[in-house]
């Protein structure tokens, strides 16, 4: 099976930096994708890492560690309208998988 | 820019009747699912399918549920005899390519209210 544990709720003040982190168990692994969910709305895809190290887009940069079972998503340069929900979600290895399987999600709340 | 599409985008439903929710997917666009989202809970994928057949299906999809694609662009997913717990947002998703299956375009979602 697969598990994956991201805090719970992050605040942060506008124009900041947020790190939110994402640990894994999983019985098979092919990549991390990270999605940003707003209250009401459906999930929008951020990024994604099937290898080790650091991807960057715009503001939005996301790490994976697989040796760690470990990843993270870095917002930079918060803006109020970044205050969402992130959800990381592994994609399984098996072949003919697609599935994707979500953490809990991370509330975030950019305050001024 | 092309998107998902669902309707309704609400739906409220007694106990035991059946319900079909219907998604257009983006148009090129080879491989479904299904998940839902029960209020202030995780995504749960639900079911994918690709070339006119499931490919996997989680233990949440019992015989209760069912997908179909009727046709070039419609893809459907029902719950013959609705419970209670059946009450959650049904999101639709696509994606491109079985290499491409971590970006996947959700739909609006479907509100499902069973009383």
């Known amino acids: 099976g697969q598990s994956l544990e991201q805090p719970s709720e992050v605040t942060a003040v506008e124009g900041a930096i947020v790190q939110i982190n994402c640990t894994y168990q999983?019985?098979?692994?092919?990549?991390l994708s990270w999605y940003q969910q707003h209250d009401g709305g459906a999930p929008t895809f951020l990024s994604y890492?099937?290898?080790?190290g650091l991807e960057e887009t715009g503001r939005f940069s996301s790490f994976l560690s697989r040796s760690d079972s470990y990843g993270y998503l870095l917002l930079q340069e918060l803006q109020m309208k970044d205050s969402a929900s992130y959800f990381c979600a592994v994609r399984d290895s098996g072949a003919g998988s697609y599935q994707l399987t979500f953490g809990k999600g991370t509330k975030l709340s950019v305050i001024p | 820019e092309p998107e998902v599409t669902q309707t309704p985008s609400h739906q409220v439903t007694q106990m035991g009747q059946e319900v079909i929710l219907r998604c257009v997917p983006i148009s090129n666009h080879l491989y479904f699912y299904w998940y839902r989202q029960i209020l202030g809970q995780k995504v749960e994928f639900l079911v994918s399918?690709?070339?006119?057949?499931?490919?996997?299906k989680s233990e949440i999809f019992d015989d209760q549920f069912s997908v179909e694609r009727p046709d070039g662009s419609n893809f459907t997913l029902k719950i013959r005899s609705t419970k209670l717990e059946d009450s959650a947002m049904y999101f639709c998703?696509?994606?491109?390519?079985?290499?491409?299956?971590?970006?996947?375009?959700f739909g609006p979602g479907t509100r499902l209210t069973v009383t």
């Open positions: 890492n099937a290898l080790d």
């Open positions: 399918f690709y070339n006119n057949e499931i490919s996997e």
């Open positions: 999983t019985s098979g692994f092919y990549g």
């Open positions: 998703a696509s994606s491109g390519s079985s290499g491409r299956s971590y970006e996947q375009y």
